[in-house]
């Protein structure tokens, strides 16, 4: 089994940072694609930061500058630096990731974090 498993969430007021942390555990081959997701209340899941294995990266425009998202292959391990945060960044954060559990390309699979939720004050 692969498990996904964030940290880092928090109250933070307007201005400050965060940084989160989501670490991959289990039998894996490669990880592909690393992804932050974030969902407020009565909104939809909203990708915004990817990160594929060789190190690109993609935002989406509320973030864009902003956050910066890393990962440290050799840990396992995605990061989502988080500068300027404002009262609209609060929402449950997740981790995503496609994981190779083996070197057939059949065995792609897509996990999830549970979430970590970010609140910032105004």
């Known amino acids: 089994q692969v498990q996904l498993v964030e940290s880092g969430g928090g109250l933070v007021q307007a201005g400050g940072s965060l940084r989160l942390s989501c670490a991959a555990s289990g039998s894996i081959f490669k990880i592909n694609a690393m992804d932050w997701y974030r969902q407020a209340p009565g909104k939809q899941r909203e990708l915004i930061a990817a990160i594929s294995s060789g190190g690109r990266t993609n935002y989406a425009d509320s973030v864009k500058g902003r956050f910066t998202i890393s990962r440290d292959n050799a840990k396992q391990t995605v990061y989502l630096q988080m500068n300027s945060l404002t009262p609209e960044d609060t929402a449950v954060y997740y981790c995503?990731?496609?994981?190779?559990?083996?070197?057939?390309?059949?065995?792609?699979?897509?996990?999830w974090g549970q979430g970590t939720q970010v609140t910032v004050s105004s």
């Open positions: 995503y990731a496609d994981v190779l559990l083996t070197s057939l390309s059949s065995s792609i699979r897509q996990y």
